[in-house]
């Protein structure tokens, strides 16, 4: 990273401090694992009054379930965090005249969104992966249940927050700060709803729902891996467990395509180079 980029990043995360967002954020995650940890205690004490379904690893089932709930509300908190860092970055810091005498050369406009996706991608990254390790050590230490595959699923997941931040950063471009905060958040929602027709179309065997489910996924890519992540956590999960652990909030996980990774990243880019040309192309 040039000194540029370098100092916009800095810019970027000091900008954050000053407003709190990171200290929102770091509560907000401290209640969840606090309370996390309460039912995780909670569920496997009360557990065991499963153990008379034959077949069925119960100490498998609420493991599994729980460390997939954790990473729904883990991808939610990064959202959360990726919009953020990156709501006001262009047309919010220009309303408020900060951002004209940063895009002066040689700093530049492509430089700052570099600067900008580049901060906010690398604090998001280490922070859903953080907060996923957590979860899985609170589940594991209290219940002695682990996932076989937790660095793709910590992978997945910050694949999807960075898609987001990209997402986001476009946005800015275009929309002030507030509504570029809830058009994010609407489409993250909707990538959601996507998921969860998805899982309607497979219970009643509805070609339409599924194929709706299928597109807006690949359209909202950070959905596709999300499910992607979830796949890779219970992949190996067979049996009644497995078929139990479908029916929970694993239902939308699905095996990714092998052109799921190459077309996120051509994504991102897409989506970053159509910021830049808006960006290059406004009046400040």
């Known amino acids: ?19 709190r967002v ?35 690893e119960e100490q498998t089932l609420v493991g599994a379930t729980l460390v997939g ?15 953020f860092l990156t709501l006001s970055a262009v047309r919010g810091d220009a309303e408020r005249g900060l951002l004209q005498p940063i ?12 600067a900008r996706f580049a901060a906010a991608s690398a604090v998001c990254v280490v922070y859903v992966d953080l907060v996923f390790a957590a979860a899985v050590v609170l589940t594991g230490a209290t219940g002695d249940w ?36 809830i058009a994010v958040f609407m489409v993250f ?9 998805g899982q309607v179309g497979e219970a009643l065997s509805s070609d339409t729902l599924h194929d709706i489910a299928s597109i807006a996924s690949w359209a909202l890519p950070f959905e596709a891996l999300y499910q ?40 991102v880019l897409v989506v970053g180079a159509v910021a830049d040309l808006i960006f290059r192309r406004s009046d400040l």
């Open 189 to 197: 929602g909707a990538g959601l709803a996507a998921g969860l027709l």
């Open 22 to 56: 990171l200290t929102v954020v770091v509560v907000l995650t401290v209640a969840f694992l606090a309370l996390f940890w309460l039912g995780v205690r909670e569920a496997f004490d009360e557990s065991q009054s499963l153990s008379a379904v034959p077949d069925l």
């Open 69 to 83: 709930l954790a990473m729904f509300v883990t991808l939610f908190l990064g959202t959360v965090l990726a919009v």
């Open 103 to 114: 895009v002066v050369r040689p700093i530049g406009r492509t430089t700052l969104l570099v």
């Open 228 to 267: 992607s992540a979830l796949h890779a956590l219970t992949e190996d999960i067979s049996g009644v467990t497995g078929v139990a652990v479908s029916l929970g909030p694993f239902g939308g996980a699905q095996d990714a395509s092998a052109l799921l990774w190459p077309y996120a990243i051509a994504y």
């Open 146 to 181: 682990w996932p076989s595959n937790p660095e793709l699923v910590g992978l997945g997941l910050g694949a999807a927050v960075v898609v987001v931040v990209a997402i986001s950063l476009l946005g800015s471009t275009v929309l002030s700060t507030t509504a570029n905060g």
């Open 1 to 19: 990273m040039t000194a540029d980029l370098r100092t916009i990043a800095g810019y970027a995360l000091r900008e954050a401090l000053r407003r």
